[in-house]
Every structure is written in C-alpha cells, then in structure tokens.
C-alpha cells in the first residue's frame, strides 16, 4: 500500500469516528489528511475552541447569483469532527485535501444548469439505472442499505474490522457502480486533486508510513495509487466564501441521503455513547427507555416489562438477520410491537423524539460572521435591542409615533425603525420577534412584539447571508422571491403590505407591477377581496410609516371596481362557498368604509343587487340587506317587503331560513333594535295557517339557534312591545328550557317533511 | 395425501415443503422448534430450497412476519390483530405447522367459550366410577401444547367472556398449569406459546384486560396496500381452493381478478383507485378473503351450471351477495355502479349490465 495508511469511513458514522481515534493511536502518525475542502483549514482554530459545541456546520457559499450552496455538517461522532480534535489534542499536523469550496460550487453550477438545460431539451427523463444501493438492500435481506451498513459496520467489535469493512465495503461498491457521466467526471477530479496533495505531502518529506488519510470508504481505492505522477486539469472557479454555522439534529435529519446528513442523529449518538462506554447494548437499551420515559411524561402507560420485552424482541428480530446487536430498525419495529401494542401512530412523537432529538450545536460568539451577521449585530446595537438577544421570550411595545420629546430625528423615530428592522427578520423567516395581534382597537400607531432568541435563529440568519449581505438587502430579495412567478394576488399584495411594513417602498415598486399585471386576469372573489384588504392596510398605516402610497391608490380602485361588477354572479354558489364569500363580502365593506377615494355609489347598488334578486345564495342575500340596513340605506319599508317576500309561501323552508341567518350575521344588536323588523315578521306569522306555522317554525327555530339568552332578551323585550305584554314574562318563555310535551312536538316536527 | 378430506391442515398440504426445509436446515434450531427462525420465514414468504420451490403463503408485509417468529423465539405470546379476512388465522395455521408440525392445538374463541375448555375438564363417566385421575382428564389444546412444548391457537379470542380470556394471564405468567383435584402441577416445556387472533371489528365487545395484553406482542395486520398485492394473493388462493373443490371451471382470468380487486379495494376505501372521486362505503367489510371465496363462488356457478368459464353474470351474483349486506348498501351498491363502473368503458360494460338486471 505504499506505506500511506488510508482510513476508510462514512460521513456521521460514530462507530468510524470511535474507531478511527483508536487507530490514530496506534498508529501516531506525524500528519492526518482529511477529506474535506482544501480551503477549509482555516476553520480548524474555531473547531478545535473550548466553546464550540457540536452539531455544527461549514456553509461555502457563492457571491454571485444565483446563489449555489454546500454544506458540512458536524456532529459529536462525526469520524472528521474527532480527528480533528485527535490531532489537537496530540499535536500532530493536519491537512485537508479536497478540491477547494470555489471549484465545488462551479461543479454544482455546471450540473445544474445542465441539468435545466435537459429538462428543456428532452422531455424523456434519462433512463433509471438500477441503484446499487437498493440492490444491496435488496441482496441483504435487509430493508434498506442504512440497515446493512449498521448491522456490518457500525456494530462491529473491534477497529480492525471496521477498518477493513469499511475499505472493503468502498472496494465492491466502487466496482459495482457505474455512475452517470457528471458524478463520475466530479469524483475523477476530485481523485486526481486528492492524490496530487498526498503526493506533495510525501514529497515535503514526511514518511508515507507516517502518513493516515482519512477519506470515505469509497474514494480509498482511487487514493492509492497516490505515487505516479499526473499533471492537474483546469479546475473551474467561482468566487465563494464560508462561514461556520451552528447547527441543530432536527437539521441534519432532514438532509438524509449518502453522506450529508443522517435520519436519526440522536439515535447514532446513542451509538457512540455506547462504543465510549464499551456496551453494545447501550444504544438499543438507551433508545427503549428513551421511549417509555418519553411516552409515561405525556401521559400513556410504559412499563419497565414492557421495554425488556422490547429489548428481547429486538434482540431476537436481530438473530433473524444473523446479527447479534439490534439494528435501528430491529428497535424500532420492536418498540412498535411493545410499547405501541402493535401501532405505529401510538408512538410515533417519542419516536420522533427519540431518534431526531432537539440538540443544538454552539459556536463561540464572533466566531467566522458572515456580513449579514455583522450587518444583523449592528442594527441590534443602534436600535437598542441588544438586551432582547435571550433565550427568555420579552415583550417589546412599540410606539411608531414621533416621539416630540427627543433630542435628534434619529431618536424620535426609534421604535418606528425597530419595526421595520423586526418587519425585516419576520420577511426572512428569523424567528426572532413575532407580532402579536395589537390590543388596541384600530391602533395605527402602536405594535406588540414577542422576542425571542434560539440558536435556530443564528442558524437562518447565516442561512439569509446568501440572499444578500445586508438585512436589507437580504429582505429585498426574498420580498421578490415571494411575487415571482406567483399568480395569487393576494400573495402578492402581503408582499407588498410587507414591503411596506419593513420600510422599503422602493422593494414594493416590484411587486406592485406583478399585481398590476396579474390583476387584469380573471381573479376569484374572495382573492380580489384579501388583497384589497391587504392594500388597504398599507394605505391606512402609510402615514405613520412615512410611506408614500400614491402607487397603491390606482390598484385599489381598480380591484374595487371589478369586485363591485362581479359580485351578484359570484352570489350563485353553495353554503359552503357561500362562507368564504360572505367573509369577502364584509372585507370588501370595511374597506370601503375606511377609504374615500372608493366611490360608495357603486358598492351599495352592488349590494342592492344581491340584495333583492331572488335567485342568488340566500344567505348572502341576507347578509347584503344586513349591510344595507347597517349603512342606512334601505329604509322599514323596503325591509318589511323583504321580510315578507323571503319568507313567504313560496319559498322553501331551507331558502328562508338561510336568508334570515343572512341577516342575522351582521350588525345582531342593530338589527334586534329594529321594531319594524319585528313587527314585520309578527304579522307574517299571524297569517299563516297552522300547517304552514309548523313549517315556519321549524326554520326560524335554527335561525336563531345561535343568538345568546341576552339577544333573546332583547328579542323579547320587543315582542313584548309589540303584543303590548311584559316583556319579562315573554323573555321567561322564550329563554325557559322545553317542557317533555313541547320537546315532543317538536320532535314530531324534525320528521317533517318540506316537499310540498 | 387423502382426496376425500375437504380441507387438509397445513403441514400435510405443504409437506414437501417443510420436510425440503427440514432437511436443508443449517441454522441454529430452538428448542421445541422444527426448523430454524429463518427457514419458518421463508416458508411464509415463500423462496427457495435446494429444488424446491417454496411457495409464499403470505405476501406482502415481510417484516411483520419477521415480528411475529421473533416474537414466537422470545416465550413471549403472539397476538394478531386485523380487520376481518387479513389473514390472521391463515398466518396463525401456517406458523405452527412450519414451527411444530401441527397447526390443529386450536380452540375457537365463541362467546360460549368456558375455562375448562382453555384448562382442562372431565370425562364425567370416569370421573364418577373411577374418582379423579389422570385418565379421565380431558386436556385442551393448550394443556397438551404445554405438556409437549408447542404453540396452541386461540381463535377469535376477543369473542370470549372476558373472565375466560383472563384464564390465560396466569398459565402465561406462570407457565404452568395446576389440576388441584390430582395436587397436579404440570411445567411448560420449552418451545411453549400461544398465538391468539382477534378481530378489530369486535372491538369493544370483551375487550382484552389491561393485564392480559401486556402478555401479548401485538402485531397489526393491514390490508393489502397496493391492487397488485392484493391481486398477487387472490390468484394464488383461488389456484390452491379450486384445485382441493374440484370445481370443474376453468381459474379466473388476471382481467376478472382486477376488477373484482379493483372494486372491493375502491368501496373498502370509500374513493376510487385514482383517489379523484369519492364513493359510498357499505357497512360490509369487503375483505381479500370474501374476494377469494367470491371468485370461487363464481367458478362453482359456472362449472355447475354454465360454460365452464366464468360469465359476468356468475360475478354479478356473487358480488351482490358480498356487497349488499345491509338494505341500505344497496343505495351504496347501485351509486357504485351507475357513478363509477357504468363510465369506465367497454371493457366493464358487460359487468355493469349483469349487475344492474340484479338490482332493477
């Protein structure tokens, strides 16, 4: 072998991570190459830092757009996290040996332009090779190569078997795989690269047999033949930075596949928690009673018998594979069969929890930030919110008004420039502040904000970082993000009312041009109505946001207009639509009311229409005469003659019923207030024989169904004075529970039969 | 094998198979056991040993079988749980004639199930002229299990008393069995367990006690996920019946299999295949198993009294019988076919005419 010692691995395998530390002690070589990107040793001071605490990531980014990505996550056991610690800890030198983030980068950029370029030219996706991974599973008996490769290597006893499995493993795989073209050309690049740094290494005089690569089990082959000389191709560059991130399980659980991340983090540490205690059940031991512990905290019974049976159970499902030590999947299943008495779902959150975990890693403060962390600092320092950077959740009030008592402009408009900074991180997805709903009716000028600060937060600001390099920038670009490409309106007027929440009347200019073109297509209702809602807000708090919103004034009016035209055909629908329209319907109205620039004329003959027309949604019927009512409008008269009209012979019971909970929704104490209206459904009922009362009764009994004992009170109080009775007495019957005789009549009345 | 038996127990209709195993067994054997945990799994999900084939008794869920022989290696007792017709009983058979060569230690849950049919009673003639003896006990099933060390079946236990069922809890605890009347203990051999079903449908009826199902590992057996599956399994069930009944017709062909599957899966779950239409469940429950003895049904019909080759007529029949359980699943039945099987072209056509002269 060239005297050159390769270590064979697989990224976030604790079993390499143990294994490798004791065969670096054995071996006490003089240098240790790593495979990871050669430009990334400068990280090597921050790793190796008291306070650095895993899982933690290194994200090499591109500075120009778009933006291409890569990613190294870290956890405890991960085999290049401790042989970098290995090295520090004894001194011995380390080196990494991968091709450079910057070539990456262009490599993936090559890929995924190419990628786009075939998607466009052929239609045929390119034919599926069957994957080498699956066939191993497959060949196994196992149910996935994840279960395979825990059985063989991470369960192994001792560091020569891993070591030689591990070497094997990427031997045969290496010769079964016939890769497509582009992973092939990147592996063959990045091969030649990691060879020519071997070479130099020996050339700079150390002794090969001094010398360990560490290095994923399947490149050790290609390594070896490190010795003869090649001359290095033309690598492709873009200009690229990194920075180190913490990083959480929940993360690196979601970024499963070969090696960039891992499905149950936590679980792979019991794994190494294990191999540092010397106890090979302590992973399937430790996970079992995580469970129980885990589902007896949320209340369902787990007893200790249950987990030895468990235990036994997965021992024994192991013994079926010709394993001795549980596999993830052994555990699981067994933990299913006991603990969850045969269902998954039972306890599938302890599962959850038990294989993902919630650890967060740590990175030492000031550690390698990015601008936008710079940029992010900065403002917290000038807006004085420094003291909200804590894991206690505060409540912050902020005042946007001038403040007439301070000193400078910049002090006077202190909280007003907290809200856009806050508006800012909430466009970015920061979970740092979030608003509250305000307390005070209508208040312009006022917000509640309830801060707090997570290490996930650190996470998705160093994430923003390659949106742009400022918060505001980073906020503009994902404002666009939002309204490219999107046909719902009314997502594009949230980024607009965001754009001006954050401040940037200048990053709303975008989005009112994709609103302005998307507004002269056909637009559902109830769209139109969100998104007028959505302008309006921005018109009412422009002010106080000194924000100009001349721009917003023309679409409103436009989408105004539209609504008011379309609105009866949009009445033609069911109940349940019928829901989302009347919510647009008062949306539409509260708009209306709050702004001048609307021409009034035209929403009240819209609602007139819907109004009186007989042939439209009942209920939504009713609810336009509500509003009619409540804007003064229609007169007693004009009611009474509903009245008697809607509920009449010729309607069907359901129809009649639908058009008064109409009325109903809008406005009760109004409406209750109204003498005529009662006075006209008093008389209506007097003229109906007994047969059509009974029918009547049965509708108006479920219109009411939802008016409190106070309303009926009213409702009493009226009729009282209408029949000239005392009100008490009527609101005594009309509130009193139902007697067995009266529950029975009515009971006799629920069969009862409308067709006629 | 005797032709004259109707329906032959496991281990002798699949002889060969257990004996080819047997013979070939490599693997470590369990005390009681016939062949090794490996060899049992292959023998229900079917493989290969040496020449013989071995064919896959029950298909679909191979980890579930897995669960359930790892279950059986611990003395832990085995408890199966499925919708009716999923398969319960047929992999409780199977597991202990592949384990013990003999699947007929079965007591049959009923709600007129009594204690000393889980213990042991009396030959009451001997019992008076004799006194109490060993020779005029009447042992069951599970007594003799546990004298031998093998597995017994319970049946539908969920169907008896709960009193009968908690019977168990301490000859699973314990394991062993006393007869006070002889000051008589009797141990449990190695190799000893039980494999219980129940019906998730009996749900609530005697549910299990709290102690007793802590004795149990649960396995849950699900339908059949995919159309394919499903019709993997009625094709190769319907092979096997038809060939011990003699039914004189010629086996079903995979288009007839597919929309016999085809409808069961769509009215079990309440929406068509393609998930875009929604359809009136019937209160039945529609299982693989009724599709099967549909299909042999059908075949009896037209071997009986028709061509020999199964009409859609001989289908219609059958799939009135095992839809329309209730009055109003003809509501739910005649929806069916005029919203869904009537649009589904020609090739459903004659179908739908058989169908609809039942129910006009």
């Known amino acids: 072998m060239n005297g050159v010692n390769f270590f064979g691995i697989r990224h976030l395998s604790p079993a390499g991570g143990f294994y490798l530390r004791k065969f670096l002690s054995e071996k006490r070589p003089e240098l240790v190459i790593l495979e990871a990107p050669s430009d990334l040793e400068d990280t090597i001071s921050d790793i190796i830092r008291l306070e650095t605490r895993p899982p933690f990531a290194i994200l090499g980014y591109t500075q120009s757009v778009p933006v291409r990505t890569i990613l190294y996550p870290f956890a405890e056991y991960s085999p290049e996290y401790q042989a970098i610690k290995w090295c520090s800890e004894n001194g011995v030198q380390l080196r990494f040996m991968d091709l450079p983030t910057e070539t990456f980068l262009a490599l993936s950029d090559k890929m995924i332009r190419e990628a786009e370029q075939d998607s466009q030219t052929s239609e045929k996706p390119a034919e599926q090779k069957p994957d080498v991974y699956e066939l191993l599973a497959e060949k196994s008996g196992d149910d996935s ?84 000389d090649e001359s290095l191709p033309e690598f492709p560059k873009l200009p690229s930075l990194h920075t180190l991130m913490p990083y959480s399980y929940y993360r690196l659980s979601t970024r499963s596949g070969y090696g960039a991340g891992n499905k149950a983090p936590a679980y792979y540490e019991l794994i190494w928690k294990g191999l540092c205690r010397n106890d090979r059940f302590y992973a399937a031991n430790a996970y079992l009673s995580k469970i129980a512990e885990n589902m007896r905290s949320n209340g369902s019974a787990a007893s200790s018998a249950q987990v030895i049976e468990a235990l036994r159970l997965a021992r024994s499902l192991a013994q079926l594979h010709g394993g001795d030590i549980p596999t993830l999947s052994d555990i699981r299943d067994a933990a299913v069969t006991c603990l969850g008495e ?248 509260s708009v209306e009311l709050a702004h001048d620039i609307l021409e009034t004329e035209d929403w009240v003959k819209a609602l007139m229409e819907v109004s009186t027309r007989d042939d439209l949604n009942t209920t939504l019927s009713g609810l336009c005469t509500a509003i009619l009512l409540e804007r003064s409008v229609m007169s007693n008269d004009q009611l009474k003659t509903e009245v008697s009209r809607r509920l009449s012979k010729g309607v069907p019971a359901e129809l009649g019923a639908g058009w008064f909970e109409g009325l109903a929704m809008k406005n009760r104490s109004g409406l209750i207030a109204r003498l005529s209206l009662w006075e006209s459904l008093d008389s209506y009922l007097c003229e109906l024989d007994d047969e059509e009362f009974k029918r009547a009764l049965v509708f108006l009994r479920r219109a009411f169904a939802d008016f409190s004992s106070g309303e009926k009170d009213s409702i009493a109080e009226n009729l009282g004075e209408i029949w000239g009775s005392n009100g008490d007495e009527v609101s005594e019957v009309l509130n009193a529970v139902l007697d067995e005789a009266s529950q029975e009549t009515i009971d006799e009345l629920s069969g009862y039969n409308f067709d006629f | 094998m005797d032709n004259s038996i109707l329906r032959l127990p496991a281990e002798q209709l699949f002889e060969e198979e257990l004996n080819a195993l047997i013979k070939a067994e490599t693997d470590p054997i369990p005390a009681g056991w016939r062949m090794s945990p490996r060899s049992v799994k292959t023998y229900i999900c079917g493989g290969k040993v040496g020449k013989t084939a071995i064919t896959p008794k029950y298909i679909g869920h191979e980890r579930l079988v897995e ?61 008076i002229a004799n006194g109490p003896s060993e020779a005029a006990m009447l042992k069951s099933p599970v007594f003799t299990a546990m004298e031998v060390g093998a597995i017994a079946r319970i049946e539908e236990i969920s169907r008896c008393a709960s009193e009968v069922q908690d019977t168990l809890i301490s000859l699973l605890s314990e394991k062993r069995i006393s007869v006070p009347e002889l000051s008589l203990e009797v141990p449990a051999k190695k190799g000893f367990s039980i494999i219980a079903t129940a019906n998730t449908r009996d749900r609530g009826v005697n549910d299990m006690s709290a102690a007793l199902k802590r004795r149990f590992n649960i396995v849950v057996l699900p339908a059949p996920e995919t159309l394919e599956e499903e019709m993997d399994i009625v094709k190769t069930r319907v092979e096997q019946l038809s060939g011990s009944l003699d039914l004189n017709a010629a086996l079903p062909k995979d288009a007839v299999i597919e929309k016999i599957c085809t409808i069961f899966r769509e009215l079990r779950a309440g929406e068509t295949l393609d998930k875009k239409q929604k359809v009136k469940a019937p209160a039945g429950v529609l299982s693989t198993a009724e599709a099967i003895s549909l299909l042999c049904n059908s075949m009896a019909l037209a071997g009986s009294f028709g061509s020999g080759d199964i009409s859609d007529d001989d289908i219609a029949a059958g799939l009135q019988g095992a839809v329309v359980k209730e009055d109003k699943d003809t509501v739910a039945w005649k929806e069916y076919l005029e919203n869904i099987m009537k649009k589904r072209g020609s090739e459903w056509s004659g179908l739908y005419k058989a169908c609809r002269e039942l129910n006009e």
């Open chain 1, 145 to 228: 190569h994840e279960t395979f490769w825990e059985r063989t290597l991470e369960h192994c006893a001792d560091a020569e078997a891993y070591h030689e499995g591990a070497n094997l493993f990427g031997k045969n795989i290496r010769a079964l795989t016939e890769n497509d073209s582009y992973e092939e050309e990147e592996t063959a690049l990045r091969e030649i690269y990691m060879r020519s740094v071997i070479r130099n290494a020996v050339r700079s005089g150390v002794s090969p047999e001094k010398i360990v690569v560490v290095t994923g089990s399947y490149h050790v082959e290609g390594l070896k033949t490190w010795e003869a």
């Open chain 2, 67 to 127: 669960i359930a022989i790892a279950t059986l290696v611990t003395d832990r007792a085995l408890l199966l749980i499925g919708e009716p017709g999923t398969a319960k009983s047929w992999l409780s058979e199977h597991l202990t004639a592949a384990i013990n060569g003999n699947s007929s230690r079965v007591i049959q849950g009923t709600a007129g199930t009594t204690e000393e049919q889980i213990r042991y009673s009396w030959n009451y003639a001997m019992l």
């Open chain 1, 342 to 589: 045969g269902s998954f779902s039972a306890i599938s959150a302890a599962l959850a929890d038990t294989e993902i975990g919630t650890a967060i890693g740590e990175i030492p403060e000031g550690v390698s930030r990015t601008s936008i962390q710079d940029d992010f600092y900065r403002q917290l320092k000038e807006l004085k919110l420094e003291k909200y950077r804590s894991v206690v959740a505060q409540d912050l009030a902020l005042d946007l008004r001038e403040n007439l008592r301070a000193s400078s402009e910049r002090s006077a408009f202190l909280d007003l420039e907290r809200s856009y900074f806050l508006h800012k991180l909430r466009v970015l997805g920061l979970d740092f502040a979030r608003l509250a709903p305000s307390r005070q009716e209508n208040a312009t000028w006022a917000e509640y904000w309830q801060v707090q600060w997570t290490t996930e937060c650190e996470i998705v600001l160093v994430e923003s970082a390659l949106k742009g390099d400022t918060v505001e920038l980073a906020a503009a670009f994902q404002l666009k993000e939002n309204v490219e490409g999107q046909e719902d309106i009314s997502v594009i007027a949230k980024a607009i009312e965001d754009s001006f929440c954050c401040g940037m009347s200048g990053a709303a200019s975008y989005a009112l041009s994709a609103l302005q073109a998307a507004a002269a297509d056909n637009i559902p209702f109830k769209e139109i109505a969100k998104t007028m809602f959505s302008l309006s807000n921005v018109i009412s708090y422009g002010d106080i946001r000194k924000a100009d919103c001349s721009a917003v004034e023309p679409i409103l009016k436009q989408l105004y207009y539209r609504a008011c035209l379309i609105m009866s055909s949009c009445c033609v629908c069911n109940d349940d639509a019928a829901k989302e329209i009347a919510a647009a319907i008062n949306m539409i109205n």
